[in-house]
């Protein structure tokens, strides 16, 4: 990325621009050869955050896209080497704060990665449950602000409907609508109850009918058919060479699912399909999307199935990572030297683990590195979006502009995890 | 695997017309459902003993408060929240803070302080709202964050139920 974009970054651009690659061209317009350097963002609307791309311009055709991120860069993985394990989880609801659970899973899986911990089978089936929760809420924001952007305002309230009866759901579940660090090392905090189950199997019941309106106001809809269809292709070997995951990846036909390939949770024990396009373009994104949220709320169904069997406990009991029992801790002195030790100084064994997730924007790494102490040597963060920004300049050149805001929204990244 | 299907348009869809009153017939219907938005300040949100609201601290029955200034929530608190200066008592318990402050600038209400102390002196209450003119206001001090037991009652419960289901006690 180039720092300052003065003038003689245009010129190399000019001579860098040779006349066979932009489609079209008008050579009567007066504009012609005049190229113009638009900034768009870090405060435009449609960059969902703060992103800046600079655009240069020839008339109404792109020519080069510059994405600046950065913007939102709270040194995360900083904050992690200097707070510790545990108080991590509530910087990683930060960081892609559409899916705060999904993270807090992702790194708790890291953790245990490197532990060598073993997650009580009940505690596995909610994680899977509250992960596809997040996927059907993170897919609802990429519908509602992908619409909002291409002018289907209706869409957004729609979508937004939907992810507020979500939000009911979490918030009756951990006390929080959004960040609501209820993963732990081991397990997750609280068991999902009979009230908080019997809210997800309404929202359950509810939610293909509200998709399938989304379904019948989009799909076949001309204004975001045309906006959609044939722009921004991606090909199988451009997707893999750039690192892309996730809808992203699957929707230029490359069937790869950490769900499936690398099955994490107990995710080989369920029913679902992984939906692929066959063209690669914003469209097929889109369909791949939507396919998504129905696959999510099937697995999400399953796992609500399984908790009716599968009982037990949600936490390890491992007195080296988890806090013990609060009326215990008032009755026996080891009980609270051990409440003192796992607050102060909850070590994970030397030694080095990265686990990656499906996250709904793709594959969510984090590389956890430990020296034996309280503190994690390094972590690293393995953010989706990144890779997603990447492919913005290779899909943008010769578009239109109007273009540019279906693709960043098809893209579908969340600054905070691009930038950490 | 499933390859997801499209297919182009057909001339109906095409001509755009008839598809807008398709539209509008699902947008019209809108009209007769019920409001789902609710009136904000003048109907509060709703909230039980699962909320984690703003930390408090528990005055016991007998009038004293319960934390014995460990400085545990202190430690475990992620966002650098709470300032504790311990000082000797002539009760029984013979610490007791001097000083207990929370930034709730800073406060995330994560809950790590309710987990973290060995007293039940510290839990998360289910009051949310927080506004104030200066800075200085929303830094609580032990007179603002001082509740009696039984206001808390329903979230002590409710942790205590919870840590029940969630581990086996031990002999």
């Keep these: ?420 | 695997m499933v390859i997801v299907q499209r297919k182009e348009l057909t001339l109906a869809e095409r001509l755009y017309l008839p598809e807008i009153f398709r539209g509008l017939s699902i947008t019209f219907r809108k009209f007769f459902e019920k409001p789902i938005t609710r009136q904000y300040p003048e109907e509060p949100l709703p909230t039980d003993e699962v909320t984690r609201g703003q930390p408090r601290l528990v005055v016991k029955d007998d009038g004293n408060i319960a934390c014995v200034s460990c400085g545990m929530c202190e430690i475990a608190c992620p966002a650098y929240a709470i300032t504790i200066d311990g000082g000797e008592t002539d009760r029984q318990i013979e610490r007791e803070p001097k000083r207990f402050e929370i930034d709730m600038l800073r406060c995330i209400l994560c809950g790590f302080c309710e987990e973290a102390c060995p007293k039940d002196a510290i839990f998360m209450s289910n009051e949310l709202e927080l506004a104030d003119y200066t800075r200085r206001g929303l830094i609580y001090d032990m007179e603002k964050l001082k509740r009696p037991k039984s206001a808390l009652q329903p979230r002590i419960d409710y942790v205590y139920k919870i840590n029940k289901r969630w581990r086996r006690t031990q002999a």
């Design chain 1, 1 to 420: 990325m180039s720092g300052a974009q003065s003038g003689p970054t245009l010129t190399r651009q000019v001579f860098e621009y040779t006349p066979g690659t932009r489609p079209e061209l008008d050579h009567d317009d007066p504009l012609h050869g005049e190229l113009l350097k638009l900034n768009m963002g870090p405060q435009h609307p449609a960059t969902h955050g703060v992103l800046r791309l600079g655009v240069t311009l020839d008339g109404e055709r792109i020519v080069d896209v510059d994405p600046d991120v950065g913007f939102l860069h709270r040194g995360k993985e900083k904050s992690c080497e200097s707070l510790g394990w545990h108080k991590f989880f509530p910087h990683t609801d930060r960081l892609d704060y559409v899916q705060p659970l999904m993270n807090n899973i992702g790194y708790a899986l890291a953790l245990e990665k490197l532990g060598g911990i073993e997650v009580p089978p009940r505690a596995k089936v909610v994680r899977v449950l509250l992960m596809e929760l997040s996927r059907i809420m993170a897919h609802l924001i990429y519908i509602g602000t992908l619409g909002i952007d291409l002018g289907a305002v209706t869409i957004f309230f729609y979508s937004f409907r939907q992810r507020e009866e979500l939000y009911k759901v979490v918030d009756a579940y951990t006390g929080h609508r959004m960040n609501n660090t209820y993963v732990r090392i081991g397990g997750v905090y609280a068991d999902v109850d009979e009230k908080v189950a019997a809210m997800i199997e309404k929202f359950l019941a509810d939610f293909p009918a509200a998709l399938d309106e989304i379904d019948a106001m989009l799909t076949r809809n001309r204004i975001w058919y045309d906006r959609n269809r044939g722009i921004g292709v991606i090909s199988k070997e451009d997707a893999v060479a750039m690192s892309l995951t996730g809808p992203t990846l699957r929707g230029s036909g490359v069937n790869w699912d950490l769900r499936r390939a690398q099955p994490y949770s107990g995710y080989e024990e369920y029913d679902f399909d992984v939906p692929v396009g066959s063209v690669g373009d914003c469209y097929d994104r889109y369909l791949v999307r939507m396919t998504e949220m129905r696959e999510a709320a099937k697995i999400a169904k399953q796992a609500l199935d399984k908790l009716k069997t599968v009982k037990g406990d949600v936490l390890i009991e491992d007195r080296r990572y988890v806090l013990p029992p609060k009326d215990l801790v008032h009755s026996s002195m080891e009980e609270l030297i051990f409440q003192f030790k796992v607050v102060t100084d909850m070590r994970l064994p030397r030694g080095e683990a990265y686990h990656g997730i499906e996250s709904s924007k793709g594959e969510l790494g984090f590389l956890v590195a430990s020296d034996g102490t309280s503190k994690p040597l390094r972590c690293h963060i393995r953010a989706p979006g990144l890779m997603n920004i990447q492919a913005l300049p290779m899909l943008a050149k010769g578009r239109l502009f109007s273009d540019m805001v279906s693709l960043i929204g098809s893209m579908d990244f969340v600054m905070g995890e691009v930038d950490r």
